[in-house]
């Protein structure tokens, strides 16, 4: 009885006077208005309601209110017109989830691989000794590059590389090293170095360092403990028996050091010869030998550790030598062999890129993978490849499957002696034909060991130089000065004595024109200023707009800034002794850019007679001559000067790359397509490039006639 008469009081609840309570509170004073004249307002009201069967309320002619018991809700939810707009949101509801999450899929599916670090910008090769100055030694050193890092910043850099400043006993502080976890303390220490990193990681950069895997100081301790034949070590380094009568050694072949004569010397102490591509100071590692191995990969462990985000490999192709040391043909068969002493005149086949030296690099690789499985850390490979042929150099690039080095580094500009359209366009086209599918380039025009380019050139071509490496399909690559047109030193008395020639470009960099160019506080500097540093310095340069250095920093930004340029297709127009004309253009983005460059004498150019379907008026959008920037041209008839260089931009929707007539003229690293209604990126479909047979070049050929 008691059970009952709670369902009924409950039923009740909401009802006065057979009213019902829909859904809120009613105001208890208006309900008493609405009961009869003289009827008590807390004498219970009756309704027509009644009890059926055992105690069940009968519900039909109950409305839903608040706070209604499970057996009013469960009554009223099974009706249709609550059953099914709820039905109808949950199916929605799962229905949203699946598109969403399947168009996330497609976008990930479809999306091409996001550019890497090492992709996304210019790196920035510093030779430490010669950047700047703290301790007023008139050495450069790695504090004085920390100051320096808002500068390189302003430069629109993505990453530092810094040459080899391990510690050495040779006075050029590059190869000879004798602890490759030190630091020389002429660049400081290792706690300047810690401060260094975080810095260049605090400002958003990144940071890669020469090692030398190849060869080691002779007072390096490895070294020390061969001679002696001190246990594991005794075959660290390469030896041989060999005669040694009257100081007149002869060795066990005809090998001969990248500086001339033979590659062998007696040592006293062990009674043999150790070999040595570089100098008698530079002995070569037994890379044969597995504990030669571990120890290398240890060393890359120990400064990837400290931060290092990537590696230069120097001098890797000397890495093996042949086992059966036979001698080396003469590249002049009638020349005397006792008269062989230049490098030039052997063919290397035993001494260089021997079987199983890409075998070792790829092992470099494998351990710098093992610390680039944090998500943004992936860790740059690159490797030094000079003097090598073409096709040797793509090989570094790794095979399909199996990844060696992310770029060998380009330096065939670094070659060029004489300004020559024809000349630009062999380097360009050679590195294109070659590079392995959705490989990428890289190009410099600089560096410690060669001239300068405007010492190889002339500073009329600075400027049009830098416009062309910024915009190549790539990374552009800058030795410091380059970026203000700084040229070798002209001293003679350098008071070196290691490859005085390489020093030549290894002058103190020019920040004002204060004494010592305010590189150096001290009395004197390692090297001479050059003389033209009151004119070529930074500090004048960033207020003039026609300055080497302001453009420079326009192009690095519209490197940036521009999918055309940091993603998009390279096709070449035309190329002579004078011009060298290409586009930059994506699909999905109806815009070109033209960039026209003159290596010759003060002429006109058509560019009507290489597109026919080009705009008689064209903008420039950045010039060599910053008097030009924003003007419009005449297709028909562009007047350019000596060493000027544009970069035209045009509306088109009829891209070279899709016409019959240009294919074979276009390349693409890493393809990609753009979606002006969605602004995103996405993968052009695979089977839709086409590699010409002939010529390597990647195509696409979706629009082919």
Same mark, same amino acid.
């Given at each position: 009885m008691a059970e009952q008469k709670s369902k009924r009081d409950s039923i009740g609840m909401g009802v006065k006077g057979c009213r019902t309570n829909n859904g809120f509170v009613q105001n208890e004073d208006i309900l008493e208005k609405d009961l009869d004249p003289g009827s008590r307002a807390d004498s219970p009201q009756h309704c027509t309601m009644g009890i059926l069967g055992p105690g069940e309320p009968d519900l039909k002619d109950i409305q839903p209110y608040a706070g209604m018991p499970k057996e009013v809700l469960f009554h009223f939810s099974g009706k249709a017109r609550?059953?099914?707009?709820? *039905?109808?949101?949950?199916?929605?509801?799962?229905?949203?989830?699946?598109?969403l999450t399947g168009a996330t899929i497609a976008i990930i599916a479809i999306s091409p691989k996001c550019l890497d670090w090492w992709q996304d910008g210019p790196m920035y090769q510093i030779y430490p000794r010669s950047f700047k100055d703290s301790d007023k030694d008139g050495n450069g050193d790695l504090k004085g590059i920390q100051d320096k890092?808002?500068?390189?910043?302003?430069?629109?850099?993505?990453t530092v590389w810094i040459t080899s400043f391990y510690k050495s006993s040779l006075k050029d502080f590059r190869h000879g090293v004798v602890d490759f976890r030190d630091i020389d303390p002429i660049f400081g220490t290792m706690k300047d170095f810690e401060n260094l990193v975080a810095a260049i990681h605090d400002r958003g950069l990144k940071l890669i360092i020469d090692i030398i895997p190849n060869h080691t100081s002779d007072k390096h301790a490895w070294f020390q403990w061969s001679r002696a034949r001190t246990g594991k070590y005794t075959d660290y380094y390469i030896w041989q028996n060999c005669s040694h009568e009257n100081g007149i050694t002869t060795p066990p072949n005809n090998w001969l050091s990248v500086y001339g004569n033979s590659s062998w010397h007696f040592d006293e102490l062990r009674n043999q010869c150790y070999f040595h591509q570089f100098t008698k100071e530079q002995p070569d590692l037994n890379f044969r030998n597995p504990d030669v191995q571990e120890e290398m990969k240890e060393i890359i462990q120990f400064w990837l550790a400290k931060g290092v985000d990537g590696f230069s490999f120097e001098a890797v192709k000397f890495l093996l030598e042949a086992k059966h040391l036979r001698d080396e043909a003469q590249v002049d068969k009638t020349q005397t062999p006792d008269t062989v002493t230049h490098y030039s005149e052997l063919y290397h086949d035993f001494t260089t890129t021997q079987v199983g030296m890409h075998d070792i690099v790829r092992s470099f690789r494998q351990t710098m993978d093992q610390h680039s499985r944090e998500p943004g850390r992936y860790r740059f490979m690159g490797t030094e490849a000079y003097g090598d042929s073409i096709d040797r150099t793509m090989m570094y690039y790794g095979l399909p499957f199996i990844q060696e080095a992310d770029f060998p580094f380009n330096n065939y500009?670094?070659?060029? *002696?004489s300004p020559s359209g024809n000349n630009v366009f062999e380097v360009i086209t050679s590195w294109m034909k070659h590079i392995p599918e959705g490989k990428w380039p890289n190009w410099m025009i600089g560096g410690p060991d060669n001239a300068r380019l405007t010492s190889r050139l002339g500073k009329e071509y600075v400027n049009i130089m830098n416009m062309l490496v910024f915009t190549l399909p790539g990374t552009p690559i800058t030795y410091y000065g380059e970026e203000i047109g700084m040229g070798n030193i002209l001293a003679t008395n350098l008071n070196e004595s290691y490859n005085v020639d390489t020093l030549l470009s290894k002058s103190p960099m020019q920040w004002d024109n204060s004494s010592n160019a305010?590189?150096?506080e001290g009395s004197h500097t390692w090297l001479p200023i050059s003389t033209d540093y009151y004119t070529v310095n930074?500090?004048?340069q960033k207020t003039q707009p026609r300055s080497a250095l302001m453009l420079y920093q326009e192009l690095s930004l519209l490197h940036a800034n521009e999918l055309l340029l940091n993603r998009g297709w390279f096709c070449y127009l035309k190329t002579d002794s004078q011009f060298v004309v290409y586009?930059?253009?994506?699909?999905?983005?109806?815009r070109i850019f033209l960039v026209v460059l003159n290596f010759?004498?003060?002429?006109?150019?058509?560019?009507?007679?290489?597109?026919s379907s080009i705009p008689t008026k064209v903008r420039i959008r950045l010039s060599t001559n910053s008097t030009n920037k924003g003007s419009e041209v005449d297709t028909q008839a562009i007047a350019l000067g000596k060493g000027e260089g544009l970069i035209l931009e045009y509306n088109t929707k009829t891209l070279l790359h899709h016409q019959t007539d240009f294919r074979d003229r276009c390349f693409v690293s890493n393809r990609a397509c753009y979606s002006s209604v969605l602004n995103i990126l996405y993968s052009c479909a695979r089977h839709l490039d086409e590699r010409d047979e002939d010529t390597g070049i990647l195509f696409c050929s979706k629009h082919l006639q």
């Open positions: 609550y059953r099914v707009p709820r *039905e109808v949101l949950f199916w929605l509801t799962v229905a949203s989830v699946i598109v890092l808002d500068y390189i910043t302003t430069l629109n850099i993505k500009f670094t070659r060029l *002696e305010g590189f150096s930074v500090d004048v586009t930059r253009e994506m699909d999905g983005i109806d010759g004498e003060s002429s006109l150019l058509n560019l009507k007679q290489m597109i």
